[in-house]
């Protein structure tokens, strides 16, 4: 939901704590869950670098974001230039969808790791037990409001972190043991791609670090200072975390046979301890939940604002609850992860142009037509995993 807020001092650092935890639950959403198998299938033990460069994208995204934070906000609360207001409102409707597709891509996931656990994932399961779990959000959202699941925030961030630690203890552990043995650590090759296939298939990793922009509008709670200094911290965070991951993930990859799938993860998690799995499951469970509601609460908001308060929130959830029905049944997770992807470019593209009508630096201007190039590419040519 769209919120605004002044140049306030951030200095509370209870509030930072508390601002940070938003935009991270948001980034570990999913990306965690797919981004081995999605990046192993694609550029092999080449993943560490380009999660390395997405990460690097992300950050660079992530510095509009906290540049219109300081920037654009001020002068939207003012007496903006036309193409400023133009922009911004652009963007609002941009993510709109945005929030529609990573509405589906949450609840799917969860239905491919929850299916994937009982040995029943295929894509019909898997779209069904999506529109259910919709259908939930929409039903509670239209009569009692979903403010109240929106509170499972904070828990499903506790225990996502938890279980990357202990995957992390586990894979490192088996790592250790593998590097221990006579026959050391096995690797994979890749699947067969051409350099074109590999990078549109990075390209449409961008979702799996999507999330930081979420401080943006979080002005009514925090200052702005506040939430640009969590936005940078919770990149920072979360790209450490995502690095030691893959990294600590890659000699596991073998074991998967060259069948990569949404919930790969899963089987990843069993090699290095069965004791894994079901923590995994349940975790994997509570994240895409929590972050389909919190992303089903600021599609409706902006719905609202962008329609100035003529469309009410029960109509808002019951159209983003409807579309992320209809995608469900269109595609399968894969496609969802790149169609998002596709989706945030575009949004954050926007964002830059939104920031190039209120930049007064030549260097910093070009800057942003260079990473709206770069996010251009990414919403025309980004693909799925095969």
């Not at 908001?301 to 009410?312: D, F, P, Q, Y």
Request: aromatic residues 10%.
């Amino acid at each position: 939901m769209k919120r605004r807020a002044t140049l306030a001092s951030g200095g509370n650092p209870a509030a930072l704590v508390r601002a940070t935890g938003t935009p991270l639950a948001s980034i570990f959403g999913s990306g965690f869950l797919v981004m081995v198998p999605i990046l192993s299938g694609a550029v092999g033990v080449y993943a560490p670098l380009a999660m390395a460069l997405v990460c690097a994208l992300a950050y660079g995204v992530g510095y509009v974001i906290r540049f219109n934070i300081a920037h654009a906000e001020p002068a939207l609360e003012g007496n903006p230039q036309e193409s400023t207001l133009a922009l911004e409102r652009s963007s609002d409707l941009a993510l709109v969808l945005a929030y529609i597709i990573s509405v589906c891509l949450y609840l799917h996931i969860l239905a491919a790791f929850v299916l994937g656990s009982f040995n029943l994932d295929n894509n019909f399961n898997e779209s069904l037990l999506t529109t259910l779990v919709t259908i939930f959000i929409v039903l509670v959202g239209m009569t009692r409001g979903l403010e109240g699941l929106a509170k499972m925030e904070n828990w499903a961030l506790a225990v996502t972190l938890v279980i990357i630690i202990a995957l992390l203890v586990g894979f490192i552990w088996y790592d250790w043991h593998a590097w221990q043995s006579p026959q050391g650590l096995t690797f994979f090759s890749p699947e067969s791609h051409s350099p074109w296939e590999r990078l549109t298939i990075v390209a449409g990793t961008l979702i799996v670090v999507q999330g930081f922009e979420t401080t943006r509008y979080l002005g009514d709670e925090f200052a702005a200072a506040t939430r640009i200094r969590a936005s940078w911290l919770s990149q920072w965070i979360s790209s450490a975390v995502y690095l030691v991951f893959i990294l600590a993930a890659l000699p596991l990859v073998h074991t998967l046979d060259g069948h990569y799938t949404d919930n790969s993860l899963i089987k990843l998690a069993g090699v290095a301890s069965a004791l894994l799995v079901t923590p995994l499951v349940i975790a994997a469970a509570l994240s895409q939940f929590s972050a389909a509601v919190a992303d089903t609460l600021g599609g409706t908001g902006n719905l609202e604002e962008v329609t100035k308060h003529e469309l009410s929130i029960k109509f808002g959830t019951l159209l983003v609850g409807a579309g992320a029905i209809a995608l469900a049944w269109l595609a399968d997770t894969m496609e969802i992860v790149a169609l998002a992807s596709r989706a945030f470019a575009f949004y954050y593209l926007l964002q830059c142009l939104v920031a190039l009508t209120v930049s007064e630096s030549r260097r910093q201007r070009v800057c942003f037509l260079l990473l709206a190039a770069v996010l251009g590419f990414i919403t025309i040519f980004a693909v799925p995993a095969s």
